[in-house]
């Protein structure tokens, strides 16, 4: 379980993050939802440590993150695996020395376990033969289950995804929704997955927080976010039309 | 390594060449007093060559060529958040990737200085080969005369303090970019500004401490 307490963030006396309480259980994926914008990617950010908080506090499992050094930090690190947004592969490196490289960092297994092990994961995001290809060869899409295959290749204990199924297809979108949501159960992990689509949500949404504007507006699961009256989170979740004709149902 | 300086090394052979042959005719032209023997354009080339032109000049140009390919490589890892993504990891990013851009450069630029040394004496003797107005053994003897082992060291001295610029500034401002693609662009401009007018700086107090 993460714990996010009263957190603060500002860059240069803008304040982005206002005041925000999140328990991210454990077993669960935590979704984050909110407009562009608002917040998402700063507040995983902060989690992590990408960026220092201004104030609030921080824990995983009860660990307070907020007050370590950068070698306990670190420790903790080792646990997290991580999806950017942007995918963030490493340019220089192939697909497979790009899972690879978190194996080689945090662990000193054999060069064919650690190759078995990337290849079960470039399998597990439905990506073959591509083991010598490097991102500027890969789609959008490819890329980010690159990033996926890399963020679970250490079998982290808490995961964060930003925007998993962005630039996917439908069909892969939910390829990868179902794989987020069995690699939490399986593992038993805390995982954070921001997402901008209702689908995804619906889909795997164990428990959904509302970002606007830097603060957090909502929080509840997904049989109580169709139920909602809170206008600005109807506002989002209503956008499309398809979700306008489910609800008249 | 091969973005570190050897790739340069066409570049270098062919500034180093024809600057040689260039200062080589500009002295040349500039005896125009009998009492000056002409063996003098052998050592003016080889003085200027050794004490200024290849360390200093060309660490200018390799600034130029390097530094930015530094900034800009660095400042794209950090707007497409490879480094966040390295720091995550558990990795120190900082030292993962600009000190072995550092100790590279420390090896290979002052060998491309030796190297231009060589090309541009050689550039100079291709001139007094072909020229009329000096023979091949007035210059070869010019080279050689008078010649002094610590203008060597004061040179590589020089070029050890100029690698380091040339690398660590551009790597300094590629790791601090925010924004965009537009502020690799800036970054990239910087570094090179900011190393250039450092290894002039430099360059000036390490005369002054080393030759005087
Ligand atoms: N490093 C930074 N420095 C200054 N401001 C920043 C920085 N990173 C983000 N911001 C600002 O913080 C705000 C929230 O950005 P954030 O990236 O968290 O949005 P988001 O909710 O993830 O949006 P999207 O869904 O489009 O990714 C934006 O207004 C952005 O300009
Ligand atoms: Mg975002």
């Given at each position: 379980m993460i714990t996010v307490k009263n957190i603060n963030k500002s860059f240069s006396g803008n304040q982005i993050l206002h005041d925000i309480s999140i328990n991210f259980l454990r077993g669960k994926t935590n979704m984050i939802i909110g407009a562009s914008g608002s917040g998402k990617s700063v507040l995983t950010k902060c989690i992590v440590g990408l960026h220092e908080i201004d104030s609030g506090l921080i824990e995983y499992d009860g660990r307070d993150f907020t007050h370590m050094n950068f070698k306990e930090r670190k420790g903790i690190r080792a646990e997290i695996g991580m999806l950017f947004q942007g995918s963030a592969l490493f340019d220089s490196l192939t697909v497979e020395e790009n899972v690879r490289f978190p194996l080689e960092m945090h662990t000193d297994k054999s060069k064919e376990e650690i190759l078995d092990r990337v290849n079960f994961c470039l399998q597990r995001v439905n990506l073959e033969n591509v083991n010598h290809l490097h991102p500027s060869e890969l789609s959008g899409g490819m890329k980010k289950?690159?990033?996926?295959?890399?963020?679970?290749?250490?079998?982290?204990?808490y995961l964060f995804c930003d925007e998993p199924n962005s630039g996917l297809d439908p069909q892969t979108s939910i390829v990868i929704d179902n794989l987020i949501q069995e690699i939490t159960q399986e593992y038993d992990i805390t995982t954070i997955v921001i997402s901008h689509d209702m689908n995804s949500v619906m889909e795997a949404g164990d428990h959904i927080s509302f970002i606007y504007q830097g603060r957090k507006w909502w929080e509840g699961d997904r049989h109580e976010i169709l139920k909602t009256d809170n206008p600005e989170l109807c506002d989002f979740v209503y956008a499309s039309r398809i979700m306008q004709k489910f609800r008249k149902l | 390594m091969v973005s570190l300086g050897l790739g340069s090394l066409g570049l270098i052979a062919i500034i180093s060449l024809f600057m040689g042959a260039v200062v080589t005719i500009q002295t040349v032209a500039a005896i125009d007093s009998p009492l000056i023997p002409l063996y003098t354009v052998g050592f003016a080339t080889r003085q200027s060559f050794i004490l200024?032109?290849?360390?200093?000049?060309m660490c200018l140009i390799l600034s130029g060529k390097i530094g930015s390919n530094i900034a800009s490589e660095i400042g794209t890892m950090r707007i497409s958040e490879q480094i966040d993504a390295l720091e995550i990891m558990g990795v120190n990013s900082a030292?993962?990737?600009?000190?072995?851009?550092?100790?590279?450069?420390?090896?290979t630029i002052p060998m491309i200085i030796i190297y231009s040394m060589f090309l541009g004496i050689l550039g100079g003797w291709i001139v007094g080969a072909y020229s009329n107005n000096l023979t091949i053994d007035e210059y070869l003897y010019g080279i050689r005369w008078n010649f002094n082992m610590f203008h060597i060291t004061y040179a590589m001295i020089k070029t050890l303090f100029f690698a380091f610029i040339i690398t660590s500034i551009p790597a300094y401002h590629g790791y601090f970019t925010r924004g965009g693609s537009l502020e690799i662009g800036v970054s990239s401009t910087k570094s090179v500004v900011y190393s250039s007018i450092s290894i002039l700086i430099i360059n000036y107090i390490l005369t002054q401490l080393l030759l005087i």
């Open positions: 289950r690159v990033g996926i295959a890399r963020a679970i290749a250490l079998k982290p204990k | 200024e032109l290849a360390p200093t000049v030292s993962y990737l600009i000190f072995p851009k550092i100790i590279a450069a420390l090896f």
